[in-house]
């Protein structure tokens, strides 16, 4: 029962992930959609609250000669919704990799849950037959000598 128990309490809980995931997605969809509000693909197109900024952070990109690179990184920021360098690069060899910094807690939830319920399962049933066979003094189905005193009666030899 312990196993079945734990089991319902974790699908109930996968199911309030599913929700949590679903609210994270329509958050990730909107926060894209507020950066690219007058987005060109171009960093040399950037808007910025203050004047200054925008011409210091344009004149250090543009001095540094990493503009494609800049415009680069922001696309797979805005594909997979993380940039780094190894991402970069899997991005310059395979190709768009939409929503990669993406995860769902459902998933990993139903994971470990399942993962979990078996490992109980199998606790659960070695304990259950050991005490099973004990109680009926089957004690060599369990490959076990009966060297305590208080046991040995209830082991047939």
Known sequence: RLVQTF????????????????????????EASQLLVGYTGRIRDAKASRPE??????????????????DAAIQVLLDS??????LQTAVSRAGKLTQAGYWSLSTVLCSWVTWVSMCLYYITDAAEGYE????????AELDMICSDPAEASRCKT
Request: glycine share 10%; hydrophobic share 40%; proline share 2%.
């Open 7 to 30: 089991f319902g309490i974790g699908i109930c809980f996968g199911a309030v992930s599913l929700e949590a995931d679903r609210l994270w997605r329509l958050q990730a969809k909107q």
């Open 53 to 70: 900024d925008k011409e210091r952070i344009r004149a250090e990109v543009l001095a540094s000669g990493v503009e494609d690179e800049v």
């Open 81 to 86: 919704g993380v940039s780094s360098p190894a």
């Open 132 to 139: 099973h066979s004990k109680a009926h003094g089957r004690c």
